[in-house]
């Protein structure tokens, strides 16, 4: 599978269908369609649900629905084909066009919808992430012009006022082009895959992500952000700061546990088999759906990142 198998095996068809093709896969299931609905997380604010896992009925990460003065603004847009489930959407909640659209970073199943909405709405990413999006095949030719149109490199606001949107780059993780983007007036951050669920982290090393960075991305927006009280994760409901702060201090544990194996002379596999999550960190399993994210390869990618120091 290639760059674009974020989710592997979760994704599964999909993907391996649009990466051999360059074409957007089939439709969505209706089970996944039925999966995907609209919720509202404060005034002029919305979550259309996203997965984690589930086979067919997986349609991709969380999309934020933000309705300013101007039309609307979305954060993420779900695997190739959910554009008009998108629109279908947010149309229950408003009559307002979608005038921007702010990807979290690369992945096809943040950024999949994005060509349903049209070349010329402005669309937004960290410029790691479309260097990442333009070396991708499903990009190539005449569909390099539904591209984002606008990059920043650490840090860009638009629109003002209640309106106004802070979008914030902190270092390596997940990929090296991961936003984190916050609704000031809301008190509410979509943080996409760099915190997508309560688990290992999936780490996408072709698309520069970094296991041992993560914790320090994670630290430096727990840091440097102020006033939030809500976060959009990437694949899971809507948590808090709270769990932002704690997932920050579960990704440096799980770095000082390879540290400390790595030192002990484990093996990325034996260490991989003794990882557990310790108590403290309520609600966490190891690995999502079943094994996707496997401990020993993190550990893998975290001791060729140490041993490279
Ligand atoms: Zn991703």
Request: proline share 5%.
């Amino acid at each position: 599978m290639k760059r674009w198998s974020v989710l592997g095996t979760v994704i599964g068809v999909a993907v391996v269908s649009m990466a051999v093709s360059g074409q957007a896969p089939q439709g969505p299931s209706a089970r996944a369609i039925e999966a995907t609905k609209i919720e509202k997380v404060k005034d002029n604010l919305y979550i259309i649900t996203g997965s984690s896992a589930g086979g067919d009925a997986f349609s991709g990460g969380n999309t934020a629905v933000f309705i300013t003065d101007a039309g609307v603004t979305l954060v993420d847009t779900k695997l190739p084909g959910y554009g008009p489930t998108l629109l279908e959407r947010i149309k229950s909640v408003t009559s307002k066009p979608v005038t921007r659209i702010i990807n979290t970073h690369s992945h096809a199943d943040h950024t999949g919808g994005n060509a349903f909405f049209g070349p010329t709405v402005e669309s937004i990413v960290q410029e790691n992430a479309k260097k990442t999006m333009a070396a991708d095949p499903s990009y190539a030719g005449d569909r390099a012009k539904f591209l984002p149109t606008r990059t920043y490199q650490d840090r860009l606001t638009v629109g003002s006022g209640k309106d106004r949107i802070e979008v914030y780059y902190f270092g390596r993780g997940h990929t090296n082009g991961d936003s984190f983007i916050v609704f000031p007036a809301l008190r509410t951050m979509h943080v996409g895959d760099i915190f997508a669920w309560k688990a290992l982290p999936y780490v996408d090393a072709s698309a520069g992500g970094s296991v041992v960075e993560q914790p320090k991305t994670l630290a430096k927006a727990v840091a440097t952000v102020k006033n939030v009280d809500t976060i959009i994760n990437g694949h899971i409901p809507v948590s808090t700061w709270n769990d932002l702060k704690e997932y920050a201090d579960f990704t440096k544990d799980f770095v000082a546990y390879a540290e400390a194996s790595l030192k002990a002379g484990k093996s990325a596999e034996q260490a991989g088999k003794e990882y557990t999550v310790a108590p403290k960190y309520k609600g966490y399993v190891v690995t999502i759906d079943e094994g996707f994210v496997k401990p020993a390869g993190n550990l893998q990618m975290a001791y060729e990142e140490l041993k490279g120091k």
